[in-house]
């Protein structure tokens, strides 16, 4: 049985927080692979403030590059209607693709996205769906997430990072430092293209 873990995010940009946490979970959790699905407009996100879909992209690509166990997803950026992307959704659609292998599914999700679930489209069908793996993170406590969903949840300690794409954002903006925030390549990316400015 393949053990892929599904992490899904925005992704604007990538950075080594994202990394880190989904490589320990690999680890932790025995993972084959750890399926990164950049989101095309996430449902609770202002979406006028997206960075484009490629820019998004190309970054997840050059930050993954030196792992055979991370790979991409286009799923949701592909599809054609200009509805939100649901992750319910996109797991259903994910058994489809994989239907011809014996496949066990991890969502990965942050504490500050189980504290959000009951706001997802059919948040319990997640859990029929994938195991759900919860993941710590600064600023929320394992308290916060004593809920059903937490209950039904497997969680993973992984180191404390304190990185988030909205501060990168800003750093850029600001013309402050983001190194060791992103891999070198994702920082030369954001300069070269102007992105955050
Ligand atoms: P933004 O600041 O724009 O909201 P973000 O840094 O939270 O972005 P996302 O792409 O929205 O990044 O996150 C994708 C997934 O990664 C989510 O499940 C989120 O909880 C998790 N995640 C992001 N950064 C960290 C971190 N530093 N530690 C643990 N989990 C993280």
Redesign the pocket.
């Known amino acids: 049985m393949r053990r892929i873990g599904v ?6 940009p990538v ?1 080594n ?2 990394l880190i ?1 989904a490589e320990n979970v690999k680890d932790q959790m025995h993972l084959d692979t750890v399926l990164f699905i950049p989101s095309k407009i996430p449902p609770l996100k202002d979406k006028s403030l997206i960075t484009e879909k490629l820019h998004r992209l190309n970054m997840l690509n050059i930050a993954l590059e030196n792992n055979s166990s991370f790979e991409i997803s286009e799923i949701e950026l592909q599809r054609s209607s200009e509805e939100p992307s649901y992750t319910v959704d996109t797991l259903l659609e994910l058994r489809n693709v994989y239907a011809s292998e014996l496949v066990k599914f991890y969502l ?3 504490m ?2 189980l504290i959000n679930l009951e706001k997802w489209k059919e948040p319990g069908k997640l859990f029929l769906l994938s195991e759900v793996i919860i ?1 710590n ?1 600064p600023g929320y406590l394992i308290q916060q997430v004593e809920n059903d969903y937490g209950r039904q949840s497997i969680y993973v300690p ?1 180191p404390n ?6 501060d990168i954002r800003y750093r850029v903006q600001e013309n402050r430092s983001i190194k060791y925030l992103v891999p070198d390549k994702v920082e030369e990316y954001i300069k070269k293209n102007k992105l955050y400015l």
């Open positions: 992490f899904g995010g925005t992704f604007d950075h927080g994202h946490v990965i999700l942050g500050d996205q993941i993170r992984v990072v304190e990185i988030s794409a909205t």
